[in-house]
């Protein structure tokens, strides 16, 4: 298996202080790999430095064979940030249309794309009368339309009740298996157990890069959100 994203000692300043503290690691092709992390680790900051829109200050960030941000990536990696980027005076269909149209796509995988996300029965309805959770499956829907080699998904599931992010993670599991690679962040420990690979983020530093079973075997716990904390533990201790 191949690495569809490699990243090399990966140094980020936001402001005046350093958020990605020399990061190394590789994200495989076809896998769903989790970046996990408490809020402000710097979870958005490496998603953005991914898709190729964050200034770097050290290292490197290769994407399908190309430095990320390259034009020639732009049709093959989708990026659904936490903030819904849909237009609120469309539908939900007339959107996922409209993104269809700039990739080349057509009204089928429109609609193939918004029933994915469980809003085909809101197809219809202009996504400013939307919940926030329906907002951000409709920005889903737009990113999925282009069906990206790489998909890079920023908190995905927030707002989302259990049985849509059940549903959303066995869509994402059926994306890897039919080829695609996706990047998924969450806070939510319980969602790492969906994922075929983990990176574990804390205060800008990696503090696991492994498969959800060693993480348990290294723990010697099968609680995640223990298990993470575990490693936080050891760190600090190492450090101290
Ligand atoms: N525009 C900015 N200017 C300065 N610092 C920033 C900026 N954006 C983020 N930061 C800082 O960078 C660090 C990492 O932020 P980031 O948004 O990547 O974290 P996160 O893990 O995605 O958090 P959350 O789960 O809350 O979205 C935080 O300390 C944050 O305060």
New binding site residues.
């Given amino acids: 298996m191949h690495d569809a994203v490699t990243v090399s000692s990966l140094v980020v300043h ?2 005046s ?1 350093e ?1 990605l503290r020399g990061l190394s690691f590789g994200v495989p092709a076809g896998r769903v790999t989790g970046l996990l ?10 998603a953005r430095a991914v898709v190729g829109v964050q200034r770097v200050r050290s290292g490197t960030v290769t994407v399908l064979g190309a430095p990320a941000g390259s034009p020639g990536l732009r049709a093959r990696v989708g990026y659904v940030t ?1 903030a819904p980027s849909v237009y609120p005076d469309l539908t939900v269909g007339e959107n996922a249309r409209y993104f269809a149209a700039l990739y080349g796509r057509g009204a089928r995988e429109a609609a193939a794309a918004v029933a994915d996300v469980g809003l085909a029965g809101d197809a219809g309805r202009l996504v400013r009368d939307l919940s926030g959770g329906q907002r951000g499956r409709a920005s889903l829907a737009c990113a999925l339309v282009g069906e990206p080699e790489l998909l890079v998904l ?2 995905p599931t927030v707002g989302l009740d259990p049985v849509l992010r059940v549903e959303l993670w066995a869509r994402f599991a059926a994306l890897a298996a039919a080829g695609a690679t996706l990047l998924v ?1 969450s ?1 939510v420990m319980d969602e790492a157990a969906r994922c075929d690979r983990l990176l574990l ?1 804390r205060d ?1 530093d990696l503090l696991a890069d492994c498969t959800p079973a060693e993480l348990r075997a290294r723990s010697g716990t099968d609680d995640l959100e223990a298990a993470f904390l575990q490693l936080v533990r050891e760190r600090e201790q190492v450090a101290a």
């Fill in positions: 936001r402001g202080r958020v992390g408490p809020s402000g680790s710097g979870k958005t900051t490496l936490q920023d908190e962040s806070h983020l800008g």
